[in-house]
Structure formats: structure tokens, C-alpha cells
């Protein structure tokens, strides 16, 4: 049997991983990452790559200053009978301390948030900004060689390929007809564009969660971290009681200070989400194909307990099915477009069923809740000409791209009344005209009684400041009307293995498997199956790889 031995051992390279590999490589440890997939990322690599990190050095310089327990009585006004308070509070002491860290440290270099609040901002504890963070964008000529290793960047959430930050970027792009300052940005953005399409065939100016990635990547590969790709894990190795490495086939790796999970949870687990998810077969997840549960699975096989009592067992978001002209059906969450002015969804019924621009989490909980026993799980997303062309609908861009392509393929629902659209999507009719017409009369005023779209921070940020007096809300009337059919979705999983504030697997008894440590979505949620604010996944991912970075360093230090 060949064999070979580091000091730790990482599986899965998402930003939980590689913040573990990272963290320990700087600490001296010599670090071997393994993953199942064929490139470096994960499901991070396509996410939008917002970190929550309440208390963090930017929001510190912008003279916002929130005490750990403001940010503990938030967590535990949303959480409720869910409240983890030795890793609630873990979070809450590290999460600041590991943006110091890498932004000290590493190449991985943030920029803080423009102003995001809380999503629920009637709660007490709530942030009205400065506790998000982001990767800076990241130029991935610097990554040389190892470029080509970068997972690529989703079709469905890039402009062909081009990737667009949220904040300023997004304005300018959704703005380019309307602003000069916009016009000569995306003119800029697009000419590096095709310069890198040119030479690299993809774009270099790395955004978001893709940015995050190549920064960690970067960092590792500075630090000396190892890498394995397309490699299974088949087994753990056991020594009197602790786990000292793994086995990939007949090859065992040994590690001196343990194995850390971080294979992404278990959202193409088909057995375990048949046991947990709402409608299991009606659910479209927008995570990495690979990522298949396998560390549950490897927990398991040593005394693992698999913590499934959360309150969700993921990360829900509406999503649409994206039908390519090559056959494959893509998946586009809908994050942005719920919050504008001018957009309701409704069931088969024609009636509303959420406040469609709170959290996209809230928006799925909402609906799931509420579907008949003969319902299928989906919603229409409805509204005018005027917001189609402002804002975009779904994978559908706003002027001047052209949508009639996503028309012809039955994308883009197209009518020009209503009972003709609702018609065509399989919508009560007159419930339809009913509900519009209610909504527009409220509308018009800035208000929506029924469900009381704008009335938070969150809300107010996700709409449109020049739409006056209620960002969030405006009148449905200029025909064409359109439709977009979304279902369940979700970024990740929130059901995982039980963990400790250091991230040490627990058996059902409460002890722990020495040796053994699980983070990002192999680990269950910290916030109990929650989604407090944008962020909460990767925040925690980088988070608790830190910890677990450090806590491995001190275990070689004693």
C-alpha cells in the first residue's frame, strides 16, 4: 500500500476548505487539499461571494461600532428555539478576527459593504450596514499556470462570461442607456473582456465568489498548500479511537493533526433529500453537481452524528430553469429581480403568497408553506414592459438586449393583457386581473397593505431609490405584461454534521471524533437553519476554516 503523510488534511476546496488549508499553511503546517472535482471552488466559486462579518475593521472605520451582544441578540431573535450559543458566539468573536487575518496576511483582500442591512430589520439587534464584506475583484493573470485550474464562473448569473459585482458595477451595467458615467464603465468592462476572451478564451477580471476563490487559491499556493483534484476519498483511517488520515483506493495519506470536511454538504444527496427536502423532486439546487455528501458520509463511518432538526434543511432561493439552446437547462437565482418596483409573483391561484423583495429564503419558506396537496411547487414572477426593460427579469437583461430569443424558447412569458398571460402560464384568470389591479391601486400610492413591500432597510436597498415614495413598489401596466416560472431552490445545504465551536465532529452522545473537524455546508448551520442576512454561508465558511486552522495549529504547538 503506497502511502504519504502531511499535517493536515483538507477535502474540498470552497472557501470553508480553503480557508482551513490557508489558515494552517501560514501557521506552519504542511496542507494537502483534496478534491473530488476537476477544478478549485466549489459551489463558491458561483455564488455572489458576500461574507457576513459583523463588527469587522472596515465597518470599524466607518465608525460603526456593534457590540458582540447587539450582534448575539439579533441571531437569537431570528433563531429562536434554535439559538447555538457556545458557536453562535464562536462566530461572533472570529468572524472580525479572520477578516484581520487574511487581509493582513494573505492575498485575499476585501472591500466592506456599501450599506447592506439585516434582512430583518424590525428585529432588535438588527444592522442597518457594516457587516458584510467582499473579495476585491481579483486579476487572475497572477494566478499564471494555475488559471486554467479556477473553476469557471456560472452562464446563467455572467454576462456571457463576464462577471458583474453587486453595488456600483450592477448600477452601472443596468444603467448603461440611461447614465454617460455608466456608458464609459461597462464600455471599459466589455473592452477587457474581449481582450481576454482573445487571449484566455474566459475573463480574468475575476468578481464575486469567483474572486474569493482565486484570492484563496492564490494564498495557498503562495503558503506551499498541496493540491489533488479528481481524487475520491474511499475512507477514513482510524488509530486507537482518532482519525490520522484517509484512504483514496489502495493509497493512504496520513495527517498528523486531523481531517477537515469540507465536500460542500449533500445538496445532489438524493437519499438524504428525500428524507428532508419539501418536495424533494421539484427542487432545482444551484450547488456544485459533485457535491454529493460525501463528508456526512465519512462522519458517519466513524460515529458522526448528522444533525438533521434545523429549521430548513437549506439555503432556499426561487430559481427559474434556463433552457440553452444546447440542450442543457441551466438554474438562475432570483435575487435581484424580487425586490424592484413593479414585479409580483403569485401561485396558480392568481393570488400573491409573500412579501416578494424580503429574503429570497423567506420568499421559498413562504411558498412551500402555502401550496395545495395537488399543487406543483412553482410561482410566476409577473410584470410590465416598463420593468422588463429597466431591470432585467431572470436570466433576461434589461435594454438594450434584446429578449425575444427567451420568448421563442418559453423562457419569457409574452402577452399583451393580462388574462392572455395568466392564460398562458395556467393562471387563474380573474384572480389574476384581481390581484394586479389591487396592487396597482396601492402602488400608486407607495404603499402595499397586504404584505408591506418597503418597509424595512433591507427591502428599501433591494428596490429602486429613484422610484418615490416606496422604492420598492410601482403599478403593473404597460403592456406587453410578462411571466417567469420559478420553483424551489437553494445555494447550499443547512442540515450537516453536528459540530462544537471548534468544529471537532460530535458522535450523538456529545463526545467527539478526535481528529475530526467539519466545516462550510458539510457542517450544520450555525444559525440553525436560518438566513439572518446575505453572507451567512460563506461567512461562517471562512470563518470556522479559520478557527479550525488555528485549532489544528495549537494541537502541533502542544
Not at 173 to 181: H, N, Q
Not at 220 to 231: N, Q, R, W, Y
Not at 275 to 302: C, M, Q, W, Y
Not at 411 to 426: D, I, R
Request: proline residues 5%; glycine residues 12%; aromatic residues 10%.
Amino acid at each position: 500500500m503506497n502511502s504519504s503523510s502531511y499535517d493536515l488534511i483538507v477535502l474540498g476546496s470552497g472557501a470553508a476548505g480553503l480557508s482551513s488549508a490557508v489558515t494552517a499553511a501560514k501557521n506552519g503546517l504542511r496542507v494537502l487539499v483534496i478534491e473530488k472535482d476537476k477544478d478549485i471552488g466549489g459551489t463558491t466559486a458561483w455564488s455572489g461571494g458576500w461574507i457576513w462579518s459583523p463588527r469587522n475593521l472596515f465597518a470599524t472605520a466607518r465608525g460603526i461600532h456593534h457590540e458582540p451582544s447587539e450582534v448575539r441578540e439579533y441571531l437569537k431573535n431570528v433563531t429562536g428555539p434554535f439559538f447555538n450559543e457556545k458557536r453562535v458566539d464562536a462566530f461572533i468573536e472570529n468572524a472580525p478576527k479572520m477578516i484581520d487575518f487574511f487581509h493582513n496576511n494573505t492575498s485575499l483582500q476585501f472591500q466592506g459593504d456599501p450599506g447592506i442591512p439585516d434582512t430583518y430589520g424590525h428585529q432588535p439587534g438588527a444592522g442597518m450596514g457594516g457587516r458584510s464584506a467582499i473579495a476585491e475583484p481579483f486579476d487572475a493573470k497572477l494566478l499564471g499556470k494555475h488559471f486554467s485550474k479556477l473553476k469557471k464562473p456560472l452562464d446563467e448569473t455572467t454576462f456571457y462570461g463576464l462577471m458583474i459585482q453587486s453595488g456600483p458595477d450592477l448600477k452601472a451595467f443596468m444603467s448603461v442607456t440611461r447614465s454617460f458615467k455608466s456608458l464609459v464603465h461597462v464600455g471599459l468592462r466589455m473592452t477587457r473582456f474581449l481582450f481576454d476572451l482573445l487571449r484566455f478564451k474566459r475573463s480574468t477580471d475575476l468578481r464575486n465568489g469567483n474572486a474569493l476563490i482565486g484570492r484563496l487559491f492564490k494564498s495557498a499556493i503562495d503558503l506551499g498548500v498541496e493540491f489533488k483534484l479528481e481524487t475520491q476519498v474511499t475512507s477514513l483511517i482510524e488509530q486507537s479511537g482518532k482519525v490520522v488520515g484517509v484512504k483514496i483506493g489502495s493509497e493512504e495519506i496520513l495527517s498528523a493533526c486531523g481531517v477537515v470536511l469540507a465536500s460542500g454538504g449533500y445538496p445532489h444527496d438524493k437519499d438524504r433529500r428525500e428524507k428532508l427536502f419539501v418536495r424533494n423532486s421539484e427542487h432545482a439546487t444551484l450547488a456544485t453537481p459533485l457535491a454529493t455528501g460525501d463528508g456526512a458520509a465519512l462522519a458517519e463511518s466513524v460515529g458522526g452524528h448528522f444533525k438533521s432538526d434545523t429549521a430548513a434543511p437549506a439555503a432556499y432561493c426561487p430559481v427559474s430553469l434556463v433552457p440553452w439552446q444546447s440542450g442543457r437547462i441551466g438554474v438562475f437565482p432570483h435575487i435581484i429581480d424580487r425586490g424592484k418596483p413593479g414585479l409580483i409573483a403569485v401561485r396558480r391561484n392568481g393570488k400573491r403568497f409573500c412579501n416578494e423583495g424580503l429574503g429570497y429564503h423567506d420568499f421559498v419558506t413562504d411558498l412551500q408553506a402555502q401550496l395545495d396537496a395537488d399543487e406543483p411547487a412553482k410561482a410566476w414572477m409577473i410584470c410590465d414592459h416598463r420593468f422588463l426593460r429597466r431591470y432585467g427579469l431572470g436570466i433576461v437583461r434589461p435594454t438594450p438586449v434584446p429578449y425575444s430569443a427567451w420568448v421563442k424558447s418559453g423562457y419569457l412569458k409574452e402577452a399583451n393583457s393580462l388574462e392572455e398571460l395568466a392564460s398562458q402560464c395556467g393562471i387563474d384568470s380573474a384572480a389574476l386581473v384581481e390581484t394586479v389591479e389591487s396592487f396597482n391601486d396601492s402602488a400608486a400610492k407607495g404603499e402595499d397593505p397586504e404584505f408591506g413591500r418597503g418597509t424595512t432597510p433591507y427591502m428599501r436597498l433591494q428596490g429602486d431609490a429613484e422610484i418615490q415614495p416606496n422604492p420598492c413598489v410601482a403599478p403593473i401596466v404597460k403592456a406587453p405584461f410578462f411571466a417567469i416560472e420559478v420553483v424551489p431552490g437553494s445555494f447550499g445545504t443547512f442540515a450537516g454534521i453536528d459540530v462544537n465551536e471548534h468544529c471537532q465532529v460530535l458522535k450523538s452522545d456529545g463526545s467527539t471524533v478526535d481528529g475530526l473537524y467539519a466545516v462550510g455546508t458539510d457542517a450544520a448551520s450555525v444559525f440553525g437553519g436560518f438566513y439572518p442576512a446575505g453572507g451567512i454561508a460563506i461567512g461562517p465558511a471562512l470563518t470556522f476554516g479559520y478557527v479550525v486552522g488555528n485549532h489544528v495549529s495549537g494541537l502541533t504547538n502542544e
